[in-house]
């Protein structure tokens, strides 16, 4: 049986920390625990040049944010996030604040389910039809992309004589159009799925512009 991603990122948190409680206080390195828009994750990071580090990051989100509104139909959302980071940092007063660059691999799905009362109405692609012969639907969204990142952030956890701290970023992933798939239980003509489905295409396209927010809490070793 394969482990999942949450249980992968643990077990490399876990191994990063051992090793750097291991170690002597050399100021090259540090390990992070991070919460953000990404998900739960954890970051390596080392200098790469004078008042630049490099940082390589894994996330993870697996969560039902229940009901949300997309084309005036009420879906159940369950996400599932893992993405891969690699990020530059310039701290360009040589002090905490940076600028970031760099890109994000990201493997991102939403699944999405709605249904409604016998009696009411509700519009796919042109047409309304009872929700008795439209049954269920359900859609996916996917984004498969390596995205370009760029942000800016406080924090640098290779300063020396701080063992340990708090870092945060605020920035924007820069994604390909969601890929998204639409079917029905019910007997609704497939040109007006494909109408609704590319109402649903139309109204995420917005993430195409990702915002990336997140708090680390580092250990430098």
Known sequence: MGLKPNAVLLLILSVLLSLGAGCTDSGKYAVSAKGGTLGLGGEFTTALISNVNGRLGINTLDLDIGKQEITDIEYDIELDFFSFSA???????????RISGGIISMDNKADLEASGRSGVLQEIGDIEYDWDDIGTLYSSVEVDDLAPYV?????NPLTHGQRWGFTCDFGVAFTSSPDVALAATGLIPADELEKERQK????????RFYPVISVSFFYRF
């Open 87 to 97: 990020l530059a940092d310039w701290y360009v007063f040589n002090d905490s604040f």
């Open 151 to 155: 942000g800016i952030g406080w924090g």
């Open 200 to 207: 649903i295409e139309d109204e995420l396209d917005k993430f």
